[in-house]
C-alpha cells in the first residue's frame, strides 16, 4: 500500500494479529499497534465518528476526503446517508464501503 493504506488502518483499529503471523511478528505487531502513533488514530477514528454523527442527525450534507474504509461511519450501516459524500483515491477502499 502506501502511508494511508486503509487496510493497514484497519489493523490499527482491530489490533488483531492477523491469521498466520509468526511469533515473532505477533509480539511486533501487538508493540507497534499498542505505539502511541497507532493510539492517536484510533483515538482520530473516535474523534472523527463523534463529528460525523452530530452532523448527520442535524442533517448536515458531509463531504469525507480520504475516507479510507470509512469506519468512522459504522455506526450508520443500514442508515440513509444520502448526506455523506465520500471520496477516496483508492477505488478498492471506495469497493469495501
Known sequence: GYAGDAVLIDMIYDRH???GTCDQGATLFRFTTAAIPSAAVARRRHAGRDLLLDAHRQGQRICVLACGHFREG???AGED???????DQDA???DVV
Open 17 to 19: 494479529v492477523p491469521d
Open 74 to 76: 459504522d455506526e450508520l
Open 81 to 87: 446517508i444520502a448526506n455523506i459524500t465520500l471520496v
Open 92 to 94: 478498492l477502499s471506495l
